[in-house]
């Protein structure tokens, strides 16, 4: 197997990690009629799942030292497998309320394992290029969700066609672990020094022990995930549901308009690979938080509801470059040594964001209407561009201090 083989391989696994994401958000209309369950029951199935991924990314690097990448990334994809298909045959909601919890540990692990191999051992475009092959699965999650019901309200197809790709994915992953210890350069894979890494993407050393909440921008750059990844998560768990009690739209174009968001995603982070080599980090926050913004807003207006897709696609287009170029800008901001223990702060607070504020957004929802989902977004919008400044202004006044020292 090339090292461009292996490359495309840890792609694959990333679009596998992205298939399940929308994948409640979805079918939740379809699914809590046939179970019995309230509108905001979503939001604790959300907070099992979220909360699994809180947990396995804590506890990812002992694994990463103990197992390796290739190990553990094989064996969550796996459990991610059987979580799916556990849901699929699940009679009520406490059963998928059980299948909630290896499903958010799975998907969690997955994530923090190959963002630290890609990161540790490929250049950054390629972690750019990464997140956009999340988009990919994301992308056809809903997709493979509206065909499943369009015949028939099938939910539990979608998450048995679903779990069964996920067990494909993890078969390929267990041939490939005697290549995850090797140099994978390759073409189309070019690779950091191998002297970062330990084995299988396991760090060789740490930073100092200064206090990094301390550093001026940071408590910022952690409100500033906090607040990004309730947006996004707030959009896939309540978009579907949005369209179709707000402005009136079937079940299954509802799935297919939320695949615009996602499809948004996955076309605008291909091309910040691209867009990298002219425009630095700061600048390309801005034009996607002010995109962000527009689109919320045209979702908000009370416009003709074909213009809902095309509000969510250009959501979608906004958030491509804010995630990929917080975390490529840190080490920039705040230091290399610090940039390891900032970036970890970081996925936790992603993490809560996307835990705690989409059940808070469904409980607001479910008390008033569907119709204050653009109005939660606009203020999301809103925080994460006034955040965006201050640590523009936090991290220049910071590096003309140590100028004139």
Same mark, same amino acid.
């Given at each position: 197997?090339? !090292?461009?083989?292996?490359?495309?391989?840890? $792609?694959?696994?990333?679009i596998?990690l !992205?298939?399940?994401?929308?994948l409640?958000?979805?079918?939740?209309p379809?699914m809590?009629?046939e179970?019995?369950?309230?509108l905001d029951?979503?939001?604790?199935l959300?907070?099992?799942?979220s909360?699994?991924?809180?947990?396995?990314s *804590?506890?990812?690097?002992?694994?990463?030292?103990? #197992?390796?990448?290739?190990k553990?990334?094989?064996c969550?994809?796996?459990?991610?497998?059987?979580?799916?298909?556990?849901?699929?045959v699940?009679p009520?909601?406490?059963?998928?309320?059980?299948a909630?919890?290896? *499903?958010?540990?799975?998907?969690?692990?997955?994530?923090?394992?190959l963002?630290?191999?890609?990161?540790?051992r $490929?250049?950054?475009?390629h972690?750019? #290029?990464l997140?956009?092959? #999340?988009?990919v !699965?994301a992308?056809a999650?809903p997709?493979?969700?509206? @065909?499943?019901?369009s015949?028939?309200?099938? #939910?539990r197809?979608?998450y048995?066609?679903?779990?069964?790709i996920q067990? &494909?994915?993890?078969?390929?992953?267990?041939?490939?672990?005697?290549?995850w210890?090797r140099?994978q350069?390759?073409r189309?894979?070019?690779?950091?020094?191998?002297?970062?890494?330990g084995?299988?993407g !396991?760090?060789?050393?740490?930073?100092?022990k200064?206090?990094?909440? @301390?550093?001026p921008g940071?408590p910022?750059?952690?409100?500033?995930f906090?607040?990004y990844c309730?947006?996004?998560?707030?959009?896939?768990?309540?978009?579907?549901?949005f369209?179709?009690?707000a402005?009136?739209f079937a079940?299954?174009?509802?799935? @297919?308009a939320?695949?615009?968001y996602?499809?948004g995603?996955t076309?605008g982070?291909?091309?910040?690979?691209?867009?990298?080599m002219? *425009?630095?980090?700061?600048?390309l926050?801005r034009?996607?938080?002010?995109?962000?913004s527009?689109?919320?807003?045209?979702l908000?207006l009370p416009?003709?509801?074909?213009?809902?897709?095309?509000?969510?696609?250009i959501i979608g287009?906004g958030c491509?470059?804010? $995630?990929?170029s917080?975390?490529?800008?840190?080490p920039?901001?705040?230091g290399?040594?610090?940039?390891?223990?900032?970036?970890?702060l970081?996925?936790?607070?992603? $993490?809560?964001g996307?835990?705690f504020?989409p059940?808070l957004?469904g409980?607001?929802?479910a @008390?008033?209407?569907?119709?204050?989902?653009?109005?939660?977004?606009?203020?999301?919008?809103a925080?994460?561009?006034?955040?965006?400044?201050?640590?523009?202004?936090?991290?220049?006044?910071?590096?003309? &201090?140590?100028m004139?020292?």
């Open positions: 197997m090339t !090292g461009t083989v292996f490359l495309g391989l840890i $792609y694959l696994t990333f596998s !992205g298939l399940p994401d929308p409640l958000g979805t079918a939740w379809v809590r009629l179970l019995g369950a309230s029951a979503a939001g604790i959300s907070v099992i799942i909360g699994g991924t809180i947990v396995s *804590l506890c990812c690097g002992r694994l990463l030292e103990r #197992w390796g990448a290739g553990v990334t094989a969550s994809v796996l459990l991610t497998a059987g979580a799916l298909t556990l849901s699929s699940s009520s909601l406490l059963p998928l309320g059980l909630a919890l290896p *499903l958010g540990l799975g998907g969690g692990a997955v994530d923090a394992a963002n630290n191999f890609v990161a540790l $490929y250049t950054p475009r972690m750019s #290029w997140h956009c092959f #999340w988009g !699965g992308f999650g997709l493979i969700i509206a @065909r499943w019901l015949r028939g309200d099938n #939910w197809g979608a048995l066609t679903l779990g069964l067990s &494909g994915v993890s078969l390929l992953l267990f041939m490939s672990l005697p290549l210890d140099p350069a390759g189309g894979g070019e690779q950091r020094g191998q002297e970062e890494a084995p299988q !396991g760090r060789a050393g740490a930073g100092g200064k206090n990094v909440l @301390r550093i940071v910022q750059t952690l409100a500033m906090f607040m309730a947006f996004e998560y707030i959009i896939g768990l309540w978009g579907a549901s369209l179709i009690e402005r009136g079940k299954a174009d509802a799935a @297919r939320l695949a615009l996602f499809m995603i076309a982070r291909f091309g910040t690979g691209f867009l990298t002219r *425009l630095n980090g700061g600048a926050i034009v996607g938080l002010a995109v962000i527009a689109g919320s807003l045209l908000l416009l003709p509801p074909p213009l809902a897709p095309l509000a969510l696609l287009l491509a470059p804010v $995630y990929p917080i975390i490529h800008l840190t920039e901001r705040f290399p040594a610090n940039s390891s223990r900032i970036i970890g970081e996925m936790a607070c992603a $993490y809560c996307s835990t504020m059940p957004a409980f607001a929802a @008390r008033t209407s569907m119709a204050v989902i653009p109005a939660i977004l606009l203020c999301c919008g925080a994460m561009l006034f955040m965006s400044e201050k640590i523009h202004k936090a991290v220049k006044t910071r590096k003309q &201090g140590s004139i020292r």
